[in-house]
């Protein structure tokens, strides 16, 4: 059964493997829709300000020079998903995928609204007419609904809940800008579409981990397989019989009403499986009917369903992932404790390297400053002692609002009867008065006498 040629309509089962999935998924988006709303020392704990820009996460915060960091956290990311898939399969498919998330929701709201898998189907088919049109209405209305939400969710992470909900004593959407209100009816939309309409196809077609995953399966994988041995040749029969000659599949086609995305598990593994083992449950439920063993569809491995032989959970490929993933958490998590909440660099005017006059010798600098921590901070600059240098600067003390960055020109002034020619160095410190935040840099004073 191709689930590209129609409308997948999959009947609800319940069980184990369901009972974890829905638990798993709607968990996942509780902690969407509450993430923006968490506070963490007066601002918003998550906040990816993508116009300044900063990311604040968690009372730390991130400039453009620190998103080295991030390519840690996909890293960490891809590695633990490919050791999953090495482990257990598509489980991140069947479990936690967003878009899993939504069309499972989605197909929710067409149960309640319209019904069950086979009124689903004849709605379909139904020629329109006034019921038709209200109870579509009524599912796209809910939808919308969600699909709203989600928009208002996500832009939340970029320009913060205040902005959005709490922007003056106008309605919340009155104040917004016009690239607000673009963003939120495209991401409306596209989610509208996606859990909508896209549905499976998203995983058949267009996510590019369905179509790697096979790659990175080996025998000990596990999957969602059906027992051929046992189940073959199929059959319908009546209860507590077994006919001989066939296996236990009573050929009931339960296996197939209830997958998401239409496909037969009895046909082999196949990459529109995206493992949520709702086919597990509703065979579970038909063999305690007919009183047959369970297990007839399981997770399992091939090693140990064709070749008969115990499953090997640990192998070299699992060994590389944890290597390389430890060797990624180790290194994110030094970056992230070893931020200096204060950040300083000198840039050398390059128009005028230096002047003399009046027997003074004068180089012109820029200090690109960056208060990185959460407060308002006041700062100083000194020059560390050189003999016959002095430093002038436009400002005895630079007041700096938590992570705001500054760029102060500077210049250092040397007696051309004490100094030595050529480069000599030269140290510049920004500190706080307590001592507790302070920063140093180092450059060169050029100069160069005339002959």
Not at 343 to 358: A, F, G, P, Y
Request: hydrophobic share 40%.
């Amino acid at each position: 059964m191709d689930a590209t040629k129609h409308r997948v309509h999959p009947r609800f089962v319940k069980g184990k493997y369901q009972n974890i999935r829905v638990f798993t998924m709607y968990a996942i988006f509780l902690a969407f829709l509450v993430a923006p709303w968490i506070r963490w020392n007066g601002r918003q704990a998550i906040l990816l300000d993508v116009i300044e820009p900063k990311f604040y996460i968690f009372g730390a915060t991130f400039m453009p020079q620190d998103f080295y960091f991030f390519a840690f956290v996909f890293i960490i990311a891809a590695m633990t998903l490919f050791m999953v898939t090495v482990y257990a399969g598509r489980v991140w498919c069947g479990y936690a995928c967003p878009q899993t998330i939504y069309v499972h929701l989605y197909q929710h709201v067409e149960k309640w609204i319209i019904g069950d898998r086979n009124k689903r189907m004849k709605f379909d088919k139904q020629p329109w007419g006034a019921e038709k049109i209200i109870k579509t209405l009524a599912v796209h209305a809910v939808w919308g609904v969600i699909s709203a939400v989600t928009a208002l969710t996500f832009i939340s992470f970029i320009v913060g809940t205040d902005y959005l909900f709490f922007n003056g004593s106008t309605p919340f959407f009155m104040g917004w800008g016009k690239m607000t209100w673009v963003f939120f009816l495209i991401i409306t939309f596209v989610t509208q579409t996606n859990g909508g309409y896209m549905r499976e196809h998203m995983c058949v077609h267009l996510c590019p981990y369905g179509r790697f995953q096979s790659v990175m399966f080996d025998k000990d994988t596990l999957l969602v397989s059906y027992d051929y041995e046992r189940g073959e040749p199929r059959g319908a029969r009546k209860k507590d019989t077994h006919p001989e000659g066939y296996g236990d599949c009573v050929d009931c086609s339960m296996c197939v009403q209830v997958c998401p995305t239409g496909i037969d598990i009895r046909d082999g593994l196949q990459v529109e499986c995206i493992q949520c083992a709702a086919c597990i449950d509703a065979c579970n439920e038909i063999m305690d009917k007919v009183g047959y063993p369970r297990g007839l569809i399981r997770y399992t491995t091939e090693r140990q369903m064709i070749e008969k032989e115990k499953t090997k959970i640990i192998s070299p490929r699992i060994f590389a992932y944890i290597f390389v993933l430890g060797a990624a958490i180790t290194a994110a998590t030094l970056v992230a404790t070893g931020r200096a909440p204060l950040e300083m660099e000198i840039r050398h005017d390059r128009k005028q390297l230096s002047t003399v006059k009046n027997g003074q010798v004068e180089n012109s600098y820029v200090l690109k400053i960056v208060n990185k921590t959460d407060e308002r901070q006041v700062y100083k600059v000194r020059l560390e002692p050189v003999e016959g240098m002095t430093l002038r600067s436009r400002f005895k003390q630079l007041p700096l609002q938590a992570n705001e960055p500054y760029d102060l020109p500077v210049s250092i002034i040397g007696d051309a009867k004490v100094i030595k020619a050529g480069n000599t160095p030269v140290t510049i410190t920004l500190y706080t008065e307590d001592g507790k935040y302070s920063a140093s840099a180092q450059d060169i004073f050029i100069y160069e006498p005339k002959k």
